[in-house]
């Protein structure tokens, strides 16, 4: 019923006396090609375990598990690309010292004046915190102090003031240990002429 608009039925002839002839010829198919035979809107295969019928032009649809993959693959990727990258900034190697220098500026003092003492730590540019401690000539030396660098800081500049005072000539050393990450010892020295 549902295909009879592709039945083409001969059209009864009203000039012939007697009763209408009730034999039904066959339909040819529009054209046979080995076991499958072309007609109408679909395809049917002869002697397959079970008909397919798709239109004319159209490929037969894919699995749906196979395209839901596809589909979910490039996002996976990036997300895993990222994460893995995140990861490596934060769990990769940490800040490392490649050189110190420290100067003293000025190197000679007079009455009163006060050194600033700069340690200028090079580093690879990774995040992560330097321990350091400040050991002066006259004996004294700071607590361990920490300078924490950010991720593509490539120097550390760490200060100390030192003020003389009172009459007299001093020459004075000031040394910077560098504890953590690595250890590193450096010193600078200056004068101190008060007459």
Request: proline share 10%; net charge positive.
């Amino acid at each position: 019923m549902l295909a009879s608009h592709w039945i083409q039925r001969p059209e009864p002839d009203t000039t012939l006396v007697g009763p209408p002839s009730t034999e039904v010829l066959p339909t040819p198919p529009d054209r046979v090609e080995g076991t499958v035979l072309r007609f109408g809107p679909g395809v049917i295969t002869v002697g397959a375990h079970r008909t397919h019928r798709t239109p004319f032009g159209v490929p037969p649809p894919r699995p749906a598990k196979r395209r839901r993959l596809r589909r979910h693959a490039l996002p996976a990727l990036v997300l895993i690309s990222v994460i893995a990258f995140l990861a490596w900034q934060r769990l990769g190697p940490s800040v490392a010292v490649r050189t110190t220098v420290v100067t003293a500026r000025p190197t000679v003092l007079g009455c009163g004046d006060t050194a600033d003492i700069v340690g200028l730590v090079a580093t690879n540019g990774r995040p992560g915190t330097l321990s350091y401690r400040w050991i002066r000539s006259d004996g004294t030396a700071s607590g361990v102090l920490r300078e924490v660098v950010v991720s593509g800081q490539r120097q550390a500049r760490l200060h100390l003031l030192w003020t003389f005072q009172g009459k007299g000539r001093y020459t004075a050393r000031a040394e910077l240990r560098i504890l953590s990450p690595t250890h590193h010892t450096i010193t600078a020295h200056l004068t101190y002429d008060c007459p």
